[in-house]
DNA sequence: TGAATTATATGAATCGTTTCGTGAAACATA
DNA sequence: TATGTTTCACGAAACGATTCATATAATTCA
């Protein structure tokens, strides 16, 4: 007999079907059972409607099919963009996926981190900026863009190799002067290598370049100082820049459009990361594009990986550059 | 003694702490214990690092304080925001989310409610496209944009009341002769009524104006085609427009340049949704915005309470304009 | 036909919590 | 001191699934 309003259990499918439990687990699992048996309990299970309560097989299990995601936010495209890709990883392996939004909170970092733990997760794929966080080692973690010690492995793009392409792109658009502008985190992380790879790229190609870098807590509007600084008699000295973001290459977009600069034809512009409009629509700007969907994938598998020591401590994967309006090849503004 | 290689349970702690387990469950709820037994157990737990067991937690309770939330995907920044939103309400009330990305796939929507019910959440809130989905009665079920029928409450911004303020807003800054245009599903939810509101306003205003509908399936250009159509000696004759999205007007924005007309000057448009560029920034354009942060709160308010009764079938919420340099405001345009 | 072998269904024990009836200890009262 | 009350720790039972040792039925072979 069943009780009242309550979800029905295998014991319920085993009673209604003149079966054991551990024959309805059977049915349940796909495992071999007696025909007759089989046909008795899926009729039981569509009669009362039965389901099976993950809870319950995961704390027997130990397994949860789970993990959590730890990003800053979900406003962010480049973010929005990991969960998206990380969440169809996911599914085609037939795991869940608890979000967590951090908003680059390092208290809220640790304590998602200890509520995924005590949810038993299988695992935590996490973009981080606390750099002392506290993770069991039973519990798989996966960084993106930061190297968080050993037995973690960091996916991250080929920033360096993303820098240095935005200089050869410069280059072969004509730019004889350029610059770079940094904003954000003073972290030893992966996009840091942006900057080392730009500054390569110039020296391979004998461009002149500057840097702007601003530190945590400085004001946006130091760029607009630099660049005006950079303004003899109405012209710009720089024609190109890249920004080490596409957020900040708009910024910058602005500013310049507000000193009288045209873009593309006074000063190009190349910006980091492959946003779009309205998620797949036109790129924000002529950009360095991360390989979001490879990275997710990555993350996933890495993570999953059962041979802890087959995994690599970093793994960088190839940019690619996408032409986005602020650059000056005519031949694709036609395309438009 | 504890078993090698796992993590400590309640008993490692109760035996380590020499008290019962009750004892432990108590102290870790924060329920009543004697001084001396609550500083045993504490200490226990800090030696041996114990973390609760949500799992059994929740096997036990019938409550997971874990809910699922369905959105197509996380790439537009509208059901982004919502998440980003959702997760935010969620978190002050102790709860987490599990993100399901659905990509506008009905079946999809089912294999996550289903999975989501087995998972014992204690609620779903749902963005969904499938019209006629199967929910168990005893998971709590929140929809937004879409009524699902009776039990299920509706959460959604004053659609009616958007398209009406575009109308006067339109009407305010000079626009005579406007036109809405909208494109995507057939199906009966919230937003239709845009197109309601928005002829209300016109009538009200004595505002010329014309609709262009485009059904699922036809193609974007039928809009260029349209454009094109109402334009005479390079004129058109509209000087407003009123997109059903932020993202339909952005495209419709390139569409107009590309025929030579200029916004604002020429034509004014008019977006719903209130997307801003990066996730933080600039309107995208001038725009209806949804309250998103209210219809978050009032979505997890309603799914978490307990009485069913008071939950109410359509909650609208109120949307107000704002200025994102498609329309005519030159005092806003210097503040920028 | 009877014994040996194989195949397969059974259900008790288990996972890590919470809950609650039980009983021991501490205190108050006469 | 003896008795009645109150307090509070104890630990068995339960949540719903899985697993595995056991029991039963079916099959094979002499």
Redesign the pocket.
């Known amino acids: 007999m069943k009780k009242e309003n309550?979800?029905p259990?295998?014991?319920d499918v085993a009673a209604e079907a003149?079966?054991?439990?551990?024959?309805?687990?059977?049915v349940?699992?796909g495992l071999?059972?007696?025909d007759s048996?089989r046909i008795r309990v899926e009729d039981a299970i569509k009669k009362l409607n039965y389901?099976?309560?993950s809870y319950?097989?995961g704390?027997?299990?130990?397994r949860t099919y789970t993990i959590a995601l730890l990003i800053p936010n979900t406003l962010q495209p480049f973010y929005a963009s990991l969960a998206y890709h990380i969440n169809l990883s996911l599914l085609k392996r037939k795991y869940r996926m608890l979000l967590c939004s951090t908003d680059y909170d390092s208290g809220l970092e640790q304590e998602y981190i200890t509520m995924a733990q005590q949810n038993k997760v299988d695992g935590i794929i996490g973009l981080t900026y606390n750099p002392n966080l506290i993770i069991e080692e039973s519990t798989p973690f996966v960084a993106i863009d930061r190297s968080m010690g050993p037995g973690i492995p960091c996916i991250a793009s080929d920033n360096f190799a993303g820098g240095q392409l935005a200089a050869e792109k410069l280059s072969d658009l004509g730019c004889k002067n350029v610059a770079f502008l940094r904003i954000g985190s003073s972290l030893t992380n992966e996009p840091n290598k942006r900057k080392a790879g730009f500054e390569n790229g110039c020296l391979a190609r004998g461009l002149q370049y500057e840097m702007k870098i601003l530190d945590d807590g400085e004001p946006f509007e130091e760029f607009e100082k630099f660049l005006k600084e950079h303004i003899d008699n109405g012209k710009l000295s720089f024609d190109g820049i890249f920004c080490v973001t596409d957020s900040l290459a708009y910024s910058i977009l602005k500013t310049l459009r507000k000193l009288n600069q045209r873009i593309p034809e006074d000063v190009q512009i190349i910006g980091f990361d492959g946003i779009r409009y309205f998620g797949d629509k036109d790129y924000a700007c002529s950009t360095i594009v991360q390989p979001v969907s490879e990275i997710a994938e990555m993350c996933v598998e890495l993570l999953l990986q059962e041979n802890m020591l087959a995994k690599p401590p970093l793994v960088c994967l190839p940019v690619s550059y996408a032409y986005g309006g602020t650059t000056a090849e005519t031949f694709k503004e036609q395309e438009q």
């Open positions: 309550s979800a259990t295998m014991k003149g079966v054991a439990l551990g024959t309805v687990s059977k349940v699992n071999p059972v007696g048996y389901q099976v309560n319950a097989q704390l027997k299990a130990n």
